[in-house]
């Protein structure tokens, strides 16, 4: 394994880095490759590492990519003199690989030109009759490729024949059609043993002359189609293993609806220069026939007019082509090269991306010194994963970069990767090191750009090979973008873009080897911790549905990160023309965390409703993707998905979910950014959102903060209402402390209880109305904060007493007035301390919100008050139906006993008062109203009811406590009496019988009372004799019923007469 390994490992030795600090004067030695030195200038902003290891266009790409590095660009002044510095300093004069304007190839283009005159067909439109057949008889061939150069009438824009082979027992059996699509191309496909291909190669309806291949053999169904030198589409299909018929008869520009006739396809323009193999010509043949070079391959058909047999309306023409020199080398893709410069000035050209050339990488300026000092640091001590790993292939030392690694193969990627998941299973303990993190992500840059075999060449061994190599790929990358890894990710930001760089090297690895995957079976699925990654292939035929994807199961075993393609875009694809669809989708649940939350992520623009300010926006949940390849090439097409979302609401933040997706091009300096075009949300839902795009890429939903906020006006209003009722409170908690101590209500533990309520809520009360004058103050408003969550809890520490009292009167509790009183103000006092003083002490310096005088609701401190909160608005209302229930027994009991004949009538009026009275009268003093504070985020109309209910307590309190209280009523009652009895006693003569002050007196009565018999007063005897009458009534009899106490003076003895009238009229008189 060592041998296959060593390329491999030389990979984290950090390749670009130096050993000591280049300076502008003269380009640092970084290291040796292949023997040849690496040197790097840098300027003010960038970095320049000359690597001078010839290399094709592609593997240069790919290799300074591995570096975090791209090739130099040669647009801006600073690149060119960095770049002509560098080749200055190392005396190079061959030319060197440097980035081309745009990723996507070039066309070809050649070096020089010359004219080639060519015997043409003209296929007029004066008829639809015209069509040439070859005259030779065909053979059946197991392979077969056919060349022709076409000049499409541009004016033509429907389906046209170029060429169709029909054989005695079957017509289609060979056919390349093309037709004209909305942008302007000619798209080309073809027809084998009568299975019509996809219409996906094009060339432009430009009026040009275009060479086209097509090449096909039996064995696995293989074909391509080139075009100008390019290949444009490809696909097998073993469905269609057979020989081509032989005998057949070969026509040009028409198709064949029956052997050798019925044409009902033709083509419109000119047509020279086909050639036919009994043979399957490899791309570099198809680039020299399409450079006007011959090849050696012995043709089975030669392009000779003599050979064909014309319709009259076809003519022969003479056509002048520009075609490469024969015996000059042609250029392939246009990959851009620097051969010198002149004046000043680089000197570009297009050449053979297959040549081998030096080329400069540029990264940077901070990026490079940030990897030479982790190398340094790996270096002098190397990590524990580093450690274990070149002890497992055998490396005694760090080795810093000593060749270039080379990984050529499948077997050799997967070798590396396996030795490094085992090298992270061994060190799982110790972790790994931002440079461990680095490397490995270089590791998956490289491993990425392993080139595959094609379909046709594919062997049990590669397949073997590319499911080992995806397993290890993906155990490799899971452990990168692990959560525990989050704040490594913040330590190498200056080096790799980001996680999304992973992402990006699984994309194009999976993308590479899914033809290989899907070989033998159709489907795979590789799942580790924090990726789930499927690969899914299927026919298409009609009423084909895509299949859906999706993450894994949550606890509650229900799916919430799925991604499914419309059924209607499934049908497209078939109608388009595609055979084999294969969908390749990633899950990743732990990138969230890895974006540095305090980043935000800019959405331009920010539009809200007036009630919300805007915080920012934040990745918010998964992020999931799809890649779809209809017959190996890759598609674009709308989606649906739905994700979970992966944050909480904290109070008074609200989410507004985007859908989104990441752009690689967009910022490509900084490895992409989000981006939202295409995408919209379909609907929203608690705790997810489904949502459609256009395209397909790596999705995930960013989530939009906003702070609740209400409108001004009803912020103003909101305001006064709270200060009026506040000062209206205020004073109706006044009054009504004031009467139970000046009125003489007898003293008991409720009427205790009550007055300590009283004095917390008012003093609450009055430091709610300061708080607004005192927030200018930053001092005086954490003073007024942190006497608010006093008194508000205190206020809500004795409703809970009043709740225990309640309890206590409805449950017998057998526990002493004093004993009972303490505790009642241990939890009414003692318990509000406590949580105040925890809170400081704990988080004194986040206690107070920002621009108001409160607790801060960003983060836990609010907890300090709405937990208590709920627990005695829980524990009240179990206290309140227990009271309701208590009641309405007692009021069922009562009316049966008092009114048994008029039960049903009586009985729904007093149940309805037995539940009604108790709620009005316990709701303030047990602080239930605040529960409908829980909805007041979801309307301004709760916010109103809200502050009504609680602003106005003390109000509600002084009504029901005091105005409506019996006890006060009683006591304001007897001080009347007295001071009518000594008002009576000052105008007549003094009396031994007075009530006394603390006697119990009480009057149900409906009406006053008026005496109406004589035993109700006395008026007869001597003026001597002195009298004294009092009269009770109770209404629990009748309303003429009443008892009546006289004190007569008779003979020098009192006699206490007792006289009680009854219904009947009947008098009992006792003495």
């Not at 670009?16 to 902003?45: F, I, K, Y």
């Amino acid at each position: 394994m060592t041998a296959a390994l060593y390329p491999g490992l030389i990979l984290f030795s950090f390749l670009v880095l130096c050993e000591s600090e280049p300076t502008h004067a003269g380009p640092d030695r970084t290291g040796e490759s292949h023997g040849q030195p690496r040197q790097t200038h840098l300027t003010s902003n960038w970095a320049f590492q000359l690597v001078n290891d010839s290399l094709a266009f592609p593997r240069a790409d790919s290799f300074c990519r591995g570096q975090f590095s791209s090739l130099a660009n040669l647009n801006q002044s600073e690149e060119r003199e960095g770049v002509t510095e560098l080749l200055r300093q190392t005396g190079l004069h061959s030319p060197i690989w440097v980035q081309n304007p745009s990723r996507a190839a070039a066309k070809p283009v050649a070096i020089s030109r010359q004219y080639s005159k060519f015997s043409a067909l003209s296929f007029s439109t004066d008829s639809r009759e015209g069509f040439v057949r070859v005259n030779m008889s065909f053979p059946a061939l197991s392979s077969v490729s056919v060349c022709v150069r076409v000049q499409w009438n541009p004016e033509w824009n429907e389906v046209s024949t170029i060429f169709s082979y029909a054989a005695p027992v079957f017509t289609n059996e060979f056919q390349l059609r093309g037709q004209v699509d909305t942008q302007g191309r000619i798209l080309l496909a073809l027809i084998i043993h009568g299975k019509h291909l996809p219409y996906k190669a094009s060339f432009p309806n430009d009026g040009a002359w275009h060479h086209i291949c097509v090449v096909w053999r039996q064995s696995g169904g293989f074909w391509v189609i080139y075009v100008d030198g390019e290949r444009k589409d490809t696909g097998s299909d073993t469905d269609t293993s057979r020989d081509i018929y032989g005998d057949g008869i070969l026509i040009l520009g028409q198709d064949q609806d029956s052997f050798g006739g019925n044409f009902t396809e033709p083509f419109f323009g000119n047509m020279t220069d086909l050639n036919v193999w009994n043979m399957t010509l490899e791309a570099r043949h198809v680039l020299a026939l399409n450079a006007c070079s011959p090849v050696d391959q012995e043709v089975l058909f030669g392009w000779n007019l003599d050979q064909l047999g014309r319709h009259p309306m076809v003519k022969d023409v003479q056509v002048l082509l520009f075609c490469p020199a024969v015996v000059q080398q042609m250029e392939l893709q246009g990959c851009r090269m620097l051969q010198g410069w002149s004046d000043q000035q680089p000197q570009l050209s297009l050449t053979d991306c297959s040549d081998p050339l030096p080329f400069i990488c540029r990264s940077s300026r901070e990026r490079y010194l940030k990897m030479k000092q982790m190398s340094d640091s790996q270096s002098s001590q190397p990590s524990a994963f580093m450690t274990h790993l070149m002890k497992l292939s055998n490396k005694t030392q760090v080795a810093l970069g000593q060749q270039l690694p080379d990984l050529s193969s499948l077997a050799q990627a997967s070798a590396l990767l396996d030795v490094s998941v085992q090298a992270l299973e061994d060190t799982q303990q110790e972790g790994l090191q931002p440079a461990d993190m680095v490397s490995l992500v270089q590791l998956l840059s490289l491993a990425a750009d392993v080139p595959s075999q094609p379909p046709a060449d594919a062997t049990n061994q590669s397949q073997g090979d590319a499911q080992e190599l995806s397993q290890h790929f993906i155990s490799v990358a899971d452990s990168i973008i692990s959560e525990d890894n989050a704040l490594k990710w913040q330590a190498i930001k200056e080096v790799v873009n980001g996680p999304m760089d992973v992402v990006k090297s699984i994309d194009r690895m999976v993308t590479s080897l899914s033809p290989r995957l899907m070989a033998e079976q159709d489907h795979v699925t590789i799942h580790s911790p924090n990726i789930k990654l499927e690969v899914q292939q299927q026919r298409l035929q009609e009423g084909s549905k895509g299949p859906s994807f999706c993450g894994p199961e949550t606890e509650t075993h229900t799916n919430i990160d799925c991604i499914s393609i419309p059924q209607q875009k499934i049908q497209d694809l078939h109608n388009n023309g595609f055979h084999r669809l294969t969908l390749v989708n990633t899950w990743y649940g732990s990138l969230r965390p890895l974006f540095n939350p305090e980043e935000n992520i800019t959405m331009v623009p920010t539009v809200t409703d007036g009630s919300q300010r805007y915080l920012g926006t934040v990745l918010g949940s998964s992020v999931i993707s799809t890649t779809v390849l209809g017959d190996n090439q890759l598609v674009s097409t709308a989606v649906h998905f739905q994700l979970r979302h992966r944050v909480q609401n904290p109070t008074d933040t609200i989410y507004d979910p985007v859908c989104a997706f990441w752009d690689f091009k967009l910022a490509p300096e900084a490895g992409g950014w989000w981006n939202t075009r295409g995408c919209e949300v379909v609907s929203k839902h608690y705790g997810h959102t489904v949502c459609y795009c256009n395209h397909t890429t790596n999705f995930a939903l960013l989530l939009q903060v906003y702070e609740a906020q209400r409108s001004p006006e009803n912020e103003k209003a909101l305001q006064v209402l709270t200060f009026i009722g506040c000062g209206v409170s205020l004073c109706g908690l006044l009054f009504t402390f004031i009467l139970f101590i000046a009125v003489g209500v007898p003293k008991s533990d409720r009427t205790t209880v009550h007055k300590n309520l009283i004095a917390a809520l008012g003093i609450a009360e009055l430091l709610l109305m300061c708080s607004d004058w005192a927030s200018a103050n930053e001092v005086a408003c954490f003073v007024i904060t942190a006497l608010l969550h006093l008194f508000f809890m205190a206020s809500f520490s004795w409703m809970l007493v009043e709740g225990l009292l309640l309890w206590s009167k409805v449950v017998s509790v057998n526990i002493s007035e004093d004993r009972r009183m303490k505790l009642y103000y241990i939890i009414g006092w003692g318990l509000p301390v406590l949580i105040v003083g925890v809170t400081l002490a704990v988080s004194v310096e986040e206690y107070k919100a920002d621009g108001h005088c409160w607790l801060n609701v960003k983060n836990d401190t609010i907890w300090a008050f709405v937990g208590p909160v709920i627990f005695v608005l829980a524990v009240n209302a179990v206290v309140l139906c227990r009271v309701v229930m208590v009641t309405v027994s007692s009021a069922r009991r009562r009316t049966k006993m008092l009114s048994p004949s008029s039960a049903s009538k009586m009985q729904t009026f007093d149940l309805t008062w037995a539940v009604t009275r108790p709620v009005l009268i316990l709701l303030p003093v047990l602080g239930l109203t605040w529960l409908c504070g829980v909805l007041v985020h979801l309307s301004v109309i709760i916010a109103y009811v809200f502050i009504a209910l609680n602003a106005f307590q003390g109000l509600y309190i002084f009504l029901v406590y005091a105005v409506y209280n019996s006890e006060v009523r009683n006591a304001i009652k007897r001080i009347k009496e007295k001071r009518k009895a000594l008002s009576f006693t000052n105008c007549s003569q003094p009396t031994s019988f007075l009530p006394s002050q603390r006697a119990p007196i009480t009057s149900w009565g409906r009406g006053a009372l008026t005496p109406s018999s004589p035993e109700t007063s006395e008026t007869s005897g001597p003026p001597s004799s002195a009298s004294t009458s009092l009269v009770i009534k109770n209404e629990s009899f009748r309303k003429e019923s009443f008892v009546t106490f006289s004190l007569k003076s008779t003979s020098g003895n009192q006699v206490v007469q007792l006289t009680g009238y009854k219904p009947s009229g009947k008098t009992l008189t006792t003495q």
